[in-house]
């Protein structure tokens, strides 16, 4: 089992067993050192990949669904490129998820309603998504989820339980401040790496052959690409009979108000 519990009592053991083997076998500080970079390892992949549910439960793909359903999840808007993914996901019949940006909904309001209004929902992705809010205390990622929370609110009138933590991270501090406003992480077990990659169809490759039932795919409203990107995997999903639910409703874990 890889959970950070888990390892952190699998290395104290370990090194209760090393200093047993020092005291009557002779054996080197060295394993002190392999154990640590282990456990290092170990802690790091768990703070990157979210589908670890290292620190704490994670969703990030739906299991046994029975019906040929997928999320399409986009992060970081709203933005400007939002109003073209809606315009497409209305004209293939497509519902998705929008890990918004507190930030950005102070800006784009309009386009946060218009999410809602055509039957999409809305996620909480923090309120900066400064590149250092790993780092940040407990209490300050609550105060980041609760601005956002209001934001939320006070544009639509509704909220869920949805948070994304920003660049996947996880760590004790985001499953802490999650606890405590009774927030679900929501990962993605399909990372399109859209705002990395540059050419549209090796984004696309890194999609379609994988795509099956319960997948949970991110992507980001935040540029021409993705909207390109998004146009070919619509036509790709209605080839092979895949269509595309907010992730509350596909997780099963729907709760407005
Ligand atoms: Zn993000």
């Not at 768990?46 to 359903?69: M, P, S």
């Not at 399409?72 to 808007?77: A, M, N, P, S, V």
Request: aromatic residues 10%; charged residues 25%.
């Amino acid at each position: 089992m890889l959970k950070h519990r888990y390892i952190q009592v699998v290395s104290i053991v370990s090194c209760l067993i090393v200093v047993i083997g020092m005291l009557f076998y002779d054996w080197t500080i060295y394993w002190f050192v392999l154990i640590g970079l282990i456990a290092l390892g170990l802690t790091t992949w768990g703070v990157f990949d979210i589908r670890l549910g290292y620190f704490g439960k994670t969703f990030f793909k739906a299991k046994d669904i029975g019906e040929n359903n997928i999320s399409l999840t986009f992060d970081d808007g709203p933005c400007p490129y939002t109003l073209q993914v809606l315009d497409l996901l209305d004209q293939y019949k497509m519902k998705a998820t929008f890990f918004c940006i507190g930030k950005q909904l102070t800006q784009y309001p309009e386009i946060a309603k218009r999410i809602i209004a055509e039957g999409h929902s809305i996620g909480n992705h923090s309120y900066t998504h400064k590149k250092d809010i790993a780092f940040s205390s407990p209490k300050e990622m609550e105060g980041e989820i609760q601005q956002t929370d209001d934001m939320i609110e006070k544009i639509t009138g509704q909220n869920n339980s949805m948070y994304r933590p920003p660049f996947g991270v996880t760590n004790p501090n985001v499953v802490k401040a999650c606890k405590a406003k009774s927030k679900d992480i929501i990962g993605w077990n399909i990372r399109s790496l859209d705002t990395v990659i540059n050419n549209e169809d090796r984004i696309l490759k890194r999609i379609v052959p994988r795509l099956k039932a319960g997948d949970i795919v991110l992507l980001h409203d935040t540029s021409q690409r993705t909207v390109n990107v998004l146009e070919q995997l619509l036509i790709k999903m209605k080839e092979l009979n895949l269509q595309s639910i907010p992730v509350d409703r596909l997780l099963k874990i729907e709760r407005n108000g």
